[in-house]
Structures are given as structure tokens and as C-alpha cells.
């Protein structure tokens, strides 16, 4: 049998032209996450050749409902054409993990924080403050639902079965992807689904990751194992990092309350505010 040339498998993995993508979610979503930028990046995973699998690195505590749902859908979009490994390396929870649901296989660092599966919807009440500064709001609406939220008002019985009605449907939504991608019955869904957060060791024990992971190292290999490559080249992609990243802070929920304000004040300066 003749011998293999020094240098050839070195030769070969060179040439390979075929990646894993790593792809960070860090922070608040709607915020330090910035979503259209986000799913841009996922689409340009799905349509590069080059590509063949996907590394999502997670750290982020969630943010909009409707921002988590779409990011969801771009992973499982990617997911149905090569293989997206999400590794929560810090932060999983909320709209953060309703997001790694659309992976092929979610992985946890043993301590990260997962779950926090729910919805909440929170409105201040103004009415006795403005009562105290002897002002007044005159609203002239063309619909009971109009104001809906207002400050300047307590909220009706209506108001009240209004906002549990969405809150609801949210959740469901929310839900029924969980259970589609945990393959979870109603009852251990119902287990799950409480709000409250698990380490990830504790998070593999309840069905909600496949397998706990203490580095990048790992999840690459497990990358690398389901797109069946022979080498392991990674390629960095994203958007341009925000203040808080160039700053070294993700922004995820659990860590300082100024690193928090700061998420939530930079994703309330991008967001657009209209009113029809």
C-alpha cells in the first residue's frame, strides 16, 4: 500500500472551499438585535453554496413578540435546507429560545439560562399621577379599542379581555412551535410553559435542548457531524455590531440594569413610532 504524501490532508482541507457560518443573536431583540438585519444574514446563509451548515450563538433574554416569531421562521427556513445548530452560550429565554426552536438541534452551555416560555404585555397607569397635577387627556377616538393601552385611563372589562385575547393567541403561537419542535405532548408542554427559566443542564432533563455543550468547539463539531463534512472551516457573518457590542456588553436580560436600559433605549431609537 502505498503512503499518503505529508501535507495532502492539510492540501485538501485547504481547498475545501465548503463552511459552517456562525452567526451571533446577542441581546435584545428589537434592540441590540437588530431583526431585518438578523434575517438577512440568515438568508444569505441559505443561498450561499459555500455554506453547508449554520452555528447560531445565542445570548440574548428576548424582546418583541412579533420580532422573535419572524426570526423563528428565518431559522426554520434555513433549517429545511442545511443544518443550524443553535448553542445558547449564555441566554435562552423568551423570544431567544422561541427563535432556536426553528434549529435542527438546540445545545446549551450546562449553566446558561433557558426557557422563560410566555408573554407578558405591561402598560403604565397614569391616572391618579395626572389627577395629582390637575391635568387632563382629551382623546377623540373613532373606535372602543382606539386607545387601547392608554396611560391616561384605566382599563375597562373590555380593555382587559382585549388585551388577554392577544396575549393569549401570542402564547399559543409561541407554544405550538416549542411543541412541534421539542415533539412535546400537552401535558409536559404544559410543564414547560410556566415562565419560569432552567440552567441548561436542568433545560436537557425537561426536553428543551438536545444535549448541553461547554464551548463553540463542540457545537462546531456538532455542526460539522450533521452536514457530514470531513473538515472544519468556519466563516463569521452578521451585521454590523451595535454600541453595546463594540462595547463588549450583549445586552441579555440577566445582566446589569444600565446594560439593560441601554438595549432597550437603542432598540426604541430604531424603532419606528406611527400612528394610524
Known sequence: MSEQPRGVSRLAASADRRRIAVIGLRGVIGGAVRTDETLRTLGEARRNQRVRAVLLEIDSPGGSATESEALYLGVRRLAREKPVVAWIRSTGASGAYFAACGASRILAFPSAI?????????????????????ASVQVTKTGPFKDLGAPWREPTQEDQGKERALVDAIFHRFTGAVADARGLDEAH?????????WLGAEALTLGLVDRVCEDEEGALREAQRLAGLPHRRIVRMGPRRTVLQRLGMPGAGMGPPGVRWIAEIEGWLRAPRATL
Do not use: H, N
Open 189 to 197: 408542554l404544559a410543564q414547560v410553559t410556566t415562565g419560569e427559566v
Open 114 to 134: 433557558v426557557g422563560s416560555i410566555g408573554v407578558i404585555s405591561v402598560r403604565p397607569v397614569a391616572v391618579e399621577a395626572l389627577r395629582r397635577l390637575g
